[in-house]
């Protein structure tokens, strides 16, 4: 019998790595890296933010830029990078931070999108890291994975990009005088942060005190409740599907790239059992694998390239992965 790679193994080995490096890489105060090439972002002291949004240690990271996937600037100690892509695009229109120090971390966050699509949300995000373990205490315990109501994922299809798109446009509408929102500037700031499960967990995961909402105006408490249900969504990772990264507005960016990435995930359909093992074993049930039958690249925009199908797929060479033409990852058959 052939000997089959474990990808999920290598996978969770990965998670465990950048979970450590990146919730408590910053207690090892590493010096920081400074370079020309990527500017600081400076914050303008003329515009104001709630008191939950104050960073409990102002910029001390060691990589002073911003990542595709969720690494917080609430976590303690000195921060391995800066914040997520989404704190950076909703924050540095407020500021008006001139083009020549905006462009240089657009164009890392673009081309790291480009290069790997949703790969981080399966391979490096702590925050689907931390969903996946609480999906590991579940089996541990022995009960079952629950199942979604269809009208439940048929909503959130529907919505997130609604909402993710929203939170661009707020960026901008704050300091547009002529729209009316310029007088809820201070409430509407980084809204992505105010509903961002990392911004309450990771400080408290880091030892920190939690940046905890706020309900001291009808927009903050507005906010507050969004947030708090999109917590909730994360904890239900201990039922077995991944709900936070369904609505996450960091995954449904880079799943903008998922299409056109040099990752790609391709299919036999001839070698193809429909025994459905793909669709099952899909923590975002994501049933493209499982129904096309003409394409050879399977590549889709709710794939966080966990590549769990390709590990559980039965039938040799049904499934492959590629990087840059070259085979990475491929199913193997395993005996009954």
């Not at 391979?123 to 022995?142: A, E, H, Q, T, Y």
């Not at 003409?294 to 590990?311: A, E, G």
Request: glycine content about 6%; hydrophobic content about 40%; aromatic content about 16%.
């Amino acid at each position: 019998m052939k000997k089959k790679l474990n990808i999920t193994l290598l996978r969770r080995i990965s998670q465990i790595f950048f979970f450590a490096l990146l919730v408590y890489g910053g207690f090892l105060y590493l010096p920081q890296i400074n370079t020309d090439i990527i500017p600081f972002i400076e914050s303008n002291p003329d515009v104001k933010k709630i008191e939950s949004l104050e960073a409990p240690q102002g910029y001390t990271e060691v990589f002073d830029t911003y990542t595709p996937f969720r690494t917080c600037r609430y976590l303690d100690g000195n921060r391995i990078f800066r914040a997520c892509s989404l704190h950076y695009f909703t924050e540095v229109p407020v500021y008006g931070v001139p083009l020549y120090d905006f462009l240089p971390h657009f164009l890392i966050i673009i081309l790291l999108s480009f290069i790997f699509g949703r790969f981080f949300c399966g391979w490096v995000c702590p925050l689907g890291s931390f969903s996946d373990g609480l999906n590991g205490i579940r089996k541990m315990l022995g009960l079952e994975k629950m199942k979604l109501p269809e009208k439940f994922l048929g909503f959130i299809k529907k919505t997130k990009t609604i909402w993710t798109v929203l939170l661009f446009i707020l960026a901008i509408a704050i300091i547009v005088p002529f729209i009316g929102l310029t007088a809820f500037q201070n409430e509407l700031f980084l809204v992505s942060c105010q509903t961002c499960p990392a911004r309450n967990l990771f400080p408290l995961l880091s030892l920190n005190k939690p940046n905890w909402f706020q309900f001291d105006h009808p927009i903050t408490i507005t906010l507050s409740i969004i947030g708090i249900i999109f917590l909730i969504f994360l904890f239900f990772g201990f039922f077995g599907k991944r709900i936070w990264c369904r609505f996450c507005p960091n995954g449904i960016v880079q799943s903008w790239f998922n299409k056109g990435c040099l990752i790609v995930k391709e299919k036999d359909n001839q070698k193809c059992t429909k025994c459905g093992i793909c669709k099952r074993c899909c923590p975002m049930d994501n049933e493209t694998v499982f129904k096309e039958k003409n394409k050879k690249n399977v590549n889709s925009k709710d794939c966080i390239n966990c590549f769990t199908c390709v590990d559980k797929c039965p039938e040799d060479d049904c499934l492959k992965v590629k990087f840059l033409g070259k085979t990475i990852f491929k199913s193997r058959y395993r005996d009954k």
